[in-house]
């Protein structure tokens, strides 16, 4: 019973992440859903192409499911996984991302949640592992994503919201007065030495 429970409450929390990270690339152009964002060169799309290929190779993979998608290679450590090369499309990734919500989903629903699994990534003993870890670590990776995602969507239209129906419309005054109080409490904790 509880373990009906759980999964049906990971998964649930997983779904609406996968979405939240989608919602964030509403509206936005090509140029701003692809673009370096911060120094290391984050950027949406790039998110979300990373985030489809590590559930893809968790819940595929580790399970022994592969994904019927082709996946990126990660282990090269180029970064390749983390951005859109100019001939991916926005369509194709996003396509990808829901093939592989898919393909998980199935697993998911599938497989207990004491179901075996090795991660032949993971250092040796914590390869061998289960569905409910597995849930836990993609749930964990997406909603750290999505997160960044939040924050990279604020930056570039003040936009923000977990989903379309929570999206919060702007008071720049409001906003302005707000940022002000947070400087100057800070200020005030940590002067600043000319």
């Keep these: ?71 990126p290679r990660w282990q090269d450590h180029d970064g390749s996984d983390l951005w859109a090369t100019a001939d991916e499309t926005r369509d194709q990734i996003i396509g990808f991302y829901r093939c592989t919500w898919q393909h998980s989903d199935a697993t998911i629903d599938e497989l207990p949640l004491d179901a075996p699994g090795h991660v032949p990534w993971w250092p040796e003993p914590s390869s061998n592992t289960n569905l409910l870890a597995i849930m836990v670590h993609v749930l964990g990776e997406t909603i750290r994503h999505a997160g960044h995602a939040d924050i990279l969507r604020e930056g570039l239209d003040g936009r923000t919201g977990l989903r379309a129906e929570h999206e919060q419309r702007i008071d720049e005054e409001a906003r302005a007065v707000y940022c002000a109080k947070i400087e100057q409490a800070a200020r005030s904790a940590a002067p600043i030495r000319t």
């Design 1 to 71: 019973m509880i373990d009906e429970f759980a999964k049906d409450n990971l998964h649930r929390r997983l779904r609406r992440d996968r979405v939240a990270l989608l919602w964030k690339l509403d509206g936005l152009s090509e140029y701003d859903a692809r673009r370096p964002l911060t120094a290391t060169g984050t950027n949406l799309l790039g998110l979300v192409k990373h985030v489809a290929s590590v559930e893809a190779r968790y819940f595929g993979e580790v399970f022994d499911r592969p994904s019927p998608e082709p996946l």
